[in-house]
């Protein structure tokens, strides 16, 4: 069997296990929606902190110096190998190149708080014994409206710190959204990819109806 026969049968497995976790959960009276619900917070927050934590938001030409929201990465002029660290050494505001990197250090921080404490929210309705309590779901829904919101302005107001000295340096850039020779890294487009995703969390939040379902239940019986 040749390998592309190999990824398809693969990608069967994968749809059939999610489609019985899926199912599993309607069965055992936890709905579906609640289910979805969780796997994309835990997606968003996982997503949105990998990209907080890495710097390699900003990349320059040599693949070796890299920009993140507090950190950066450059090459060791001993240990001739590429070294990552905080700016300054230490984590300080006042390290930061810029107030713009300031600000987007507090929002997309901020954000990634907030994903991960709604994510909870969302994972408590899995494990309790019982269906999802309304009021759950709307404190997690509220926070992550909070989080969606934050994180978006985190990923807009970035850019606006390149017109730093630092970066006027190591990328030539010459204002406000300018990259000069520089070009954005994995880590800032998968924060626009979570900052995306994390408006869906609220909206599913909202459609979880486990007072219906109580009512439902308790008309059977």
């Not at 921080?109 to 899995?126: D, H, I, P, R």
């Amino acid at each position: 069997m040749n390998i592309r026969g190999l990824s398809v049968f693969r990608s069967l497995d994968m749809f059939s296990a999610v489609s019985g976790i899926f199912r599993r959960s309607t069965d055992s009276g936890i709905p579906a929606l609640a289910v979805l619900w969780a796997f994309l917070s835990t997606t968003v927050s996982l997503a949105c902190s990998y990209s907080f934590i890495h710097p390699f938001w900003l990349l320059h030409p040599d693949y070796i110096h890299s920009f993140g929201v507090y950190n950066y990465c450059y090459n060791h002029p001993k240990l001739y190998r590429q070294i990552c660290d905080t700016f300054g050494g230490y984590f300080s505001f006042s390290n930061l190149p810029s107030q713009a990197w300031q600000a987007a250090c507090v929002l997309y921080g901020s954000g990634c708080s907030l994903m991960f404490v709604s994510t909870l929210c969302a994972c408590l309705c899995l494990c309790l014994s019982r269906p999802c309590d309304q009021r759950l779901a709307v404190i997690g829904g509220g926070l992550q409206i909070t989080a969606a919101l934050v994180l978006i302005l985190g990923v807009l107001v970035y850019p606006l710190g390149t017109d730093s000295d630092l970066l006027s340096y190591y990328c030539g850039t010459s204002g406000r959204y300018s990259l000069g020779h520089c070009d954005i890294g994995w880590s800032y487009m998968m924060a626009i990819m979570g900052s995306s995703l994390a408006v869906f969390c609220p909206v599913l939040a909202y459609f979880i109806d486990t007072g219906k379902s109580h009512k439902n239940t308790d008309v059977l019986l």
